[in-house]
């Protein structure tokens, strides 16, 4: 897929929160090197551990913030976090089964989410605590 530039407009606004967002494309992005480069085929393996590490820290955090600024929106926002992280224990599994091809497949679509999770979801978090003159 390639590597993934951060842009500005994934920022949501918040700055705790787009530091990890950040991160959590550095991750992914070195997933994506380790997969398709000669690179240590055990990197892949502790990648994609310390990727579902951070997005379970990442996801908790997101919401710990929102549950304190009374976002109505956290419910729903909980669910897609739920469905991220079925998609990565998915990945982890096709990655034992050694599929390779299948698990780059599946670090695009992975990519792909977390984009448009920050650009549509995210941000709409964002703007809420802006609004309400908060910074989380
Ligand atoms: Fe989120
Ligand atoms: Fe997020």
Redo the contacts with the bound molecule.
């Keep these: 897929m390639g590597y993934i530039e951060w842009e500005e407009r994934y920022c949501i606004g918040v700055d705790r929160i787009d530091a990890q967002h950040r991160q959590f494309l550095e991750y992914l992005n070195r997933l994506e090197q380790h997969l398709s480069g000669d690179g240590d085929p055990g990197a892949v393996g502790i990648t994609l551990n310390r990727l579902s590490d951070y997005a379970n820290f990442h ?1 908790a955090e ?1 919401e710990a913030t929102m549950g304190a600024s009374g976002y109505p929106g956290l419910e729903v ?1 909980r669910e897609q ?1 739920d469905d991220f992280r079925l998609q990565l224990a998915d990945l982890k599994a096709r990655y034992q089964s050694q599929d390779r091809t299948v698990v780059q497949g599946l670090v695009r679509f992975t990519a792909d989410w977390l984009l448009r ?1 920050i650009l549509e ?2 941000r709409g978090f964002g703007g809420y605590l802006s609004q309400a003159g908060t910074k989380g």
């Design positions: 996801f997101e926002h976090h999770h979801v995210d």
